[in-house]
């Protein structure tokens, strides 16, 4: 099933990255600005994936129906641009995944829901990010995951074809994406999820409890 791959595409947050320390001291700043008591992380850890709905539903129980989330929202994007890169970093085993993936035929380039107002700094200022073939944003197509489009952009970047891709992801619309895009799709089990998370139903062609056993289905650990 896997001969045929010339290319990795992955998710972002939750996959190749723990960006919740940043994201939850995003919110935690607002909650503490306004003489609420701070939270821990993991308050907000398990709502990473969901980006500033899931930040905000953690620090002042709103959704996107509340009235102000609008203005909320934006609160939460300008302290994330202050901070985002200060206590993110890549879970363990990611570095040694894509100096890997690097040293051999393979390319890879990452696919995300995060916009470019944060993808494009974040993974300029990380040095792991520096020889991916591609890098394509929520906003980048007109339609973000779980619509295929993103990952054909990247398809087309890299000049692959989508068939001859696999894109690994933590969140079930990565998996939807990746098999309406025609590609082979493995489910990350760490990160945010927990390696006890039942993805069972998500329909992915394989499961990984860490980076680097995507290396052994690929042949190449």
């Known amino acids: 099933m896997w001969k045929h791959v010339r290319a990795v ?7 190749l990255i723990d960006s919740a320390p940043d994201l939850g001291a995003a919110a935690d700043k607002m909650r503490v600005d306004r003489g609420m008591p701070s939270l821990p992380l993991n308050a907000y850890r398990h709502m990473a994936g969901a980006g500033a709905r899931g ?25 994330y641009e202050q901070c985002m890169t200060e206590r993110t970093y890549a879970f363990e085993g990611v570095p040694e995944l894509i100096q890997a993936l690097e040293a051999g035929p393979l390319l890879w380039g990452v696919v995300t829901n995060k916009s470019m107002r944060f993808t494009d700094p974040l993974t300029r200022q990380m040095p792991l990010f520096a020889q991916a073939a591609a890098v394509v944003s929520g906003d980048t197509t007109p339609h973000s995951k779980p619509h295929p489009e993103p990952l054909f ?13 696999i894109y690994v992801g933590d969140d079930e619309r990565d998996i939807q994406a990746g098999a309406a895009a025609g590609m082979k799709t493995v489910a990350a089990r760490y990160g945010y999820l927990g390696t006890t998370a039942d993805t069972a139903h998500w329909g992915a062609d394989a499961h990984i409890n860490s980076p680097l056993e995507l290396l052994k289905l690929l042949g190449c650990g």
């Open 55 to 79: 930040m905000l539903g953690i620090a002042f129980g709103m959704t996107p129906e509340s009235v102000g989330f609008a203005e909320m929202r934006e609160e939460f994007f300008r302290n």
């Open 153 to 165: 952009e990247a398809a087309r970047r890299m000049q692959i074809a989508p068939e001859h891709c």
């Open 9 to 15: 595409l992955f998710d972002l947050d939750g996959t």
